[in-house]
């Protein structure tokens, strides 16, 4: 349901003198969709970057995944693959995959849109090829930030921080908050939970390298430094949640109060979990339909308007030094 909300429709309109104007909205025809099988298998991710495709109407619809040395593709993955009606599935991992999706092979098709997360490898190979294909973003490690206030349930934010800090020891949690309490019991819990976990140690170095907790001022300065980070995931752990929503402006996801942990994105809410990371949420976007379609401009002038205006279009045309632009013009209104 989500994603059919994102959906655009073309349009059209007259303008004076019959002129017609318009966009009109395709989708693309081929989409690799890359889904992580390496340290970890991610089958949410399948069903993630699937569904906008298919709501976008986009013909052709390829998954790659890594294969272990016998072969095999986790059944996990696999059984994603099948509920999402996907049947062009290859045995085919990181950059190189990347790659021969980008350029096409003998017995590799070339595509439109490469989508999807993966390792170092994988994201500086879609970087690579961008502009020969299109491509969603380039995502890094996973990461979060937690704002919270006084009320704030200390392990409430630990599991939530816990919850990135386990994907990889490259990846990011960083706690802010005006309350100085808060900010110690936080630290506190993160010290006792720690070693309760299955991946414990990934998580203790995440958090080591690539954590912080931070204590500011005021809300709206917590705010501020969230906007600087610009994360991936950003959980608002305060009372009155929408209050401060306006005061953040650079987040791919934002979690609205503590019950809405960052779990529930990654598999159940609706919104996609394929989001922009390492700051880039300033300017890319969650994955959508939008990235599955293009966009064309509809320009269907009249003979009528093309002898009211034509004389001026030539004209700009004149200024600029193209005579051929110009002239393409003039020798219209010549046999009106």
């Known amino acids: 349901a989500f994603h059919r ?62 294969c272990d040395a016998e072969g095999k593709v986790n059944p996990h993955i696999l059984a994603a693959a099948k509920v999402a009606g996907i049947t062009s599935v290859y045995r085919l991992g990181g950059a190189q995959a990347v790659a021969a999706f980008a350029y096409g092979t003998a017995t590799i098709p ?13 994201a500086l190979a879609k970087k690579q090829v961008f502009g ?19 009320k704030a349930d200390p392990e409430f934010i630990v599991m939530d921080m816990f919850a990135q800090a386990e994907h990889d020891p490259d ?23 720690a070693s309760t976990m299955l991946r414990g140690e990934v998580i203790t170095k995440a958090l080591t390298d690539n954590g912080g ?75 959508s339909v939008r990235d599955f379609v293009k966009h064309t401009s509809i320009i269907a002038w009249s003979k009528d308007e093309l002898g009211r205006a034509g004389e001026k279009i030539a004209r700009f045309a004149d200024h600029e030094g193209l005579q051929a632009h110009a002239e393409a013009v003039r020798v219209r209104l010549k046999k009106l």
């Open 5 to 66: 909300n994102e959906a655009e429709r073309s349009f059209f309109y007259e303008q004076k003198g019959g002129v017609i104007l318009g966009q009109r909205v395709t989708p693309m025809e081929k989409a690799l969709l890359y889904v992580p099988g390496g340290k970890a298998a991610y089958p949410s991710s399948v069903l993630m970057n699937v569904a906008p495709a298919q709501v976008a109407g986009v013909d052709e619809i390829y998954m790659t995944t890594p």
């Open 213 to 287: 907790i931070v204590v500011t001022n005021s809300m709206q300065e917590a705010c501020k430094v969230s906007d600087m980070i610009a994360p991936e995931h950003l959980e608002l752990h305060v009372e009155n949640p929408w209050e401060i929503l306006p005061d953040l402006r650079h987040a791919g996801a934002i979690f609205m109060g503590p019950w809405s942990c960052e779990t529930v994105g990654d598999y159940f809410a609706g919104p996609n979990h394929t989001l922009p990371t390492n700051g880039t949420a300033r300017f890319f976007s969650p994955l």
């Open 171 to 193: 990846a990011s949690a960083v706690f802010i908050t005006p309350s100085s309490a808060v900010a110690k019991a936080v630290q506190e819990a993160a010290a006792r939970l």
């Open 110 to 122: 070339k595509v439109d849109i490469v989508t999807g997360p993966g390792n170092k490898y994988v």
């Open 132 to 150: 020969h294909v299109s491509i969603d973003s380039i995502a890094g490690p996973s990461e979060v930030v937690v704002i919270a206030d006084e």
